[in-house]
């Protein structure tokens, strides 16, 4: 009887769910990668279709090189929204506002104004990761209305510290910093259309579909992506919305006291998105059920 009893309470564990079992195998492949990586890393993964998070040192403070752009970007949206900026607002450069870096204004900038709208500032800003444009979008927008909106989210590591390339600043420790679940949870809100509004979400979308990196170059052919990177030294991060069909998801990696120029970021993408290409493609039992999507 006591042995039968025992196989009763046994049964729960015995009829296993066999996506729990493959995701249970992404996060150890994971940290696997963790593991060979000579840095640190942490990552946040929301599946959108069911809201559930995944994380591997998700409070992980870090800084964030041009990821925090994506902050930013809220903030100008915001200020457009309350109608104190507008995106066809003509605003002026001349060489005095060069930051160096990363993106192609630096080159175009001589003693001679240069005329760009805010659109075309907020696309160089993502597209390119241009630093002149990030630059001047933050003395439009306001560095406190960036940490303001960030408060107000619930995202409290998610700051805005220094203007780009203000290497001084950086090394008081001034640095722009998240983790990857709280920007995985920012980008959650847009991709929900519940940041600032409905227009303004899926005008950020559009924007960051512009962006070539990591992301982009680990999927497969044709997957389309919204994503933001960012390098610094010791550095490497990106978060974006990959629109899987049937399974659409965040991925959120961040890299800090990375050595050289190595990145895990690419085999994390490839990682993620295999699982849940095998999770769109399959019902609950592991059978699957549609033709190979991607």
């Known amino acids: 009887m006591r042995t039968f009893a025992a196989f009763l309470l046994a049964l729960p564990l015995l009829a296993q769910d ?3 079992l493959l995701e249970a195998k992404l996060m150890e492949r994971l940290r696997q990668i963790d593991q060979r990586f000579n840095g640190v890393m942490g990552l946040a993964i929301v599946d959108l279709s069911t809201g559930k998070v995944l994380s591997l040192n998700g409070d992980l403070v870090t800084a964030q ?14 200020k457009i929204e309350s109608g104190g900026l507008a995106l066809d607002q003509k605003v002026e450069l001349t060489e005095k506002d060069k930051a160096g870096g990363s993106g192609t204004l630096d080159a175009r900038l001589g003693p001679q104004p240069l005329a760009l709208t805010v659109e075309e500032l907020l696309t160089l800003m ?11 979008i933050i003395a439009l927008v306001g560095m406190d209305s960036v940490n303001q909106l960030m408060a107000q989210l619930g995202l409290r590591s998610t700051r805005l510290r220094r203007i ?20 995985a949870r920012l980008f959650e809100f847009i991709y929900r259309e519940r940041l600032i509004s409905r227009n303004a979400s899926r005008r ?6 512009l962006v070539q990196a990591d ?5 497969p052919r044709g997957t389309v992506s919204a994503s933001k990177p960012g390098a610094v030294p010791g550095v490497r991060t990106e ?3 990959v629109f899987l069909e049937g399974r659409p998801y965040i991925l959120s990696v961040m890299c800090s006291l990375v050595e050289g120029n190595t990145s895990p970021i ?26 190979p999507i991607y």
């Open 164 to 183: 780009m390339m203000d290497s001084a600043a950086a090394r008081r420790n001034e640095e722009n910093t998240s983790t990857p679940l709280e920007m």
């Open 126 to 136: 993502i597209r390119d990761s241009d630093n002149t444009a990030t630059n001047k």
């Open 266 to 291: 690419r085999d994390v993408v490839e990682e993620v998105h295999s699982y849940f290409v095998r999770i769109a493609q399959s019902n609950r039992y592991g059978h699957r059920v549609s033709e």
């Open 215 to 219: 992301f982009r170059a680990a999927l």
């Open 204 to 209: 950020m979308i559009e924007i960051m579909k």
């Open 18 to 20: 066999p996506a729990a």
């Open 65 to 78: 090189a041009s990821l925090i752009k994506v902050p930013i970007l809220a903030a100008a949206f915001q």
């Open 239 to 241: 978060a974006g919305i």
